[in-house]
């Protein structure tokens, strides 16, 4: 028998349109003209879950406007990240923040004084290169080899560390390589920070989107050594389509938060009461079929995109493992800027370069595939009429 309700379900999720995208807001789909199909941007083309918008509406009705104390909503995120993350946190542990990049920001100005070396992924996530830069510290490039499966080499990290080395900062799942640890990755990256004393900052923001039933596993939950020095923090952008929030959360041990506290005091006032209203409802088991639905969809389109790159001659495609990001890499000849231009002219089509994400991107670009069937046909065709004219 068709289940009738799965079926509408997974059109929720194939929905979008090109005319339906440009009549609705974002900066996705209106940094560029409106004839470019944008895939730059980390957002989805799917329509906010009802039980979320439910959750707001009745904020705003019940006029949850005023000052209010955050506790209830980091109580609700203690039990989630003890659930699912395998971590024996209370709500004094938990810090909600304005998305998950001041994380970044609060783990450099706790772990380090400028100078001091971090040693970050290459490609990572451009923004952790951003905070390093803007707190004076050194950036340690740890280079991922797409040759290599963009594996986490544990002896060149091992090589990397030095007396200076204050904070490994990771991702994982990884944006933009798409690879979710394994757990001697991790038990690799945590025997080192343990036995050196260095804090680990860990962004797992990407936690629910991973494929082929990996397991997702938290860093700090390997032991509780390795949680005494880990700052870990998670969203609900990635996951529920619901950027605009702005709300992240980090957990990490009491004095530590303490700590995070104090450095930002003034600064970061955690998020609005209307983000936290939507926090029950994102963590509720009644968005289940919101949660499997969007893996299913995005099961099918990574598969479909998967096909089609092995179609398009000159491009190398790493498989997909976690996030809705592929980073294809070009064997054109081209600069990844000259490639980003050549789509934007040529094809119509809005990547981000893969050299922003660091050295070890270059002659990739990076692509949001978080979007309908209809619309990454359409991608595909340009790409390839594109590729055929160089
Ligand atoms: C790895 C990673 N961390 C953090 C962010 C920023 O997330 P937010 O907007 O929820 O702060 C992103 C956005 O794409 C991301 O990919």
Redesign the pocket.
């Known amino acids: 028998m068709v289940d009738v309700t799965c079926m509408i379900r997974d059109e929720f999720f194939d929905s979008a349109t090109v005319e339906g995208m440009l009549a609705a807001p974002g900066v996705k789909w209106h940094r560029y003209p409106p004839d470019v199909i944008p895939l730059w ?2 957002d989805v083309d799917f329509p906010i879950a009802p039980e979320i918008k439910r959750a707001l509406i009745n904020a705003v009705q019940d006029e949850d406007l005023f000052y209010s104390d955050d506790t209830k909503t980091r109580e609700l995120l203690a039990e989630k990240v003890r659930r699912k993350n395998g971590l024996d946190v209370k709500a004094e542990n938990i810090m909600i923040t ?5 994380a ?1 920001w609060l783990a450099l100005q706790y772990a380090c004084k400028p100078g001091d070396e971090v040693i970050v992924t290459d490609p990572m ?1 451009y ?1 952790f290169y951003t905070a390093v830069d803007v707190t004076h510290t050194k950036p340690v490039r740890w280079p991922l080899e797409m040759e290599e499966g963009y594996r986490f080499d544990i002896e060149r990290l091992k090589e990397l560390v030095t007396r200076r080395t204050k904070l490994i900062f990771v ?1 994982n799942p ?2 933009p390589c798409g690879r979710v640890m394994t757990r001697e990755e991790l038990k690799g990256i945590a025997d080192i920070a343990v036995d050196r004393r260095i804090m680990v900052m860990v ?1 797992e ?2 936690e629910e989107i991973v494929f082929d039933g990996r397991e997702h596993i938290t860093l700090a939950s390997l032991s509780p050594e390795i949680e005494d020095l880990t700052i870990t ?1 998670w ?4 996951a529920y389509g619901v ?1 605009g929030l ?3 959360y980090l957990s990490a041990p009491k004095d530590v938060v303490d700590d995070l506290r104090k450095i930002s005091r003034g600064v970061l006032r955690g998020a609005s009461t209307l983000a936290r209203a939507a926090v029950p409802a994102m963590l509720s088991k009644d968005l289940g079929w919101y949660r499997e639905g969007l893996m299913r969809h995005l099961h099918m389109i990574r598969d479909l995109c998967e096909r089609r790159f092995k179609e398009l001659p000159g491009v190398t495609c790493p498989k997909l493992e976690g ?1 809705y ?1 592929m980073f294809p890499k070009f064997n054109y000849g081209m600069s990844s800027s000259q490639l980003h231009k050549y789509m934007l002219e040529e094809a119509k089509l809005a990547f981000s370069p893969g050299s922003e994400f660091g050295y070890k991107g270059e002659g990739h670009l990076r692509m949001c595939i978080a979007t309908s069937t209809a619309i990454i046909n359409e991608v595909f065709e340009r790409m390839e009429r594109a590729l055929s004219k160089l």
């Open positions: 941007l980390a304005q998305g998950v990049l001041p970044m996530y923004p991702c990884h944006n962004d923001l990407w923090s969203g609900f952008s990635k950027a702005q709300l992240g996030t990001l």
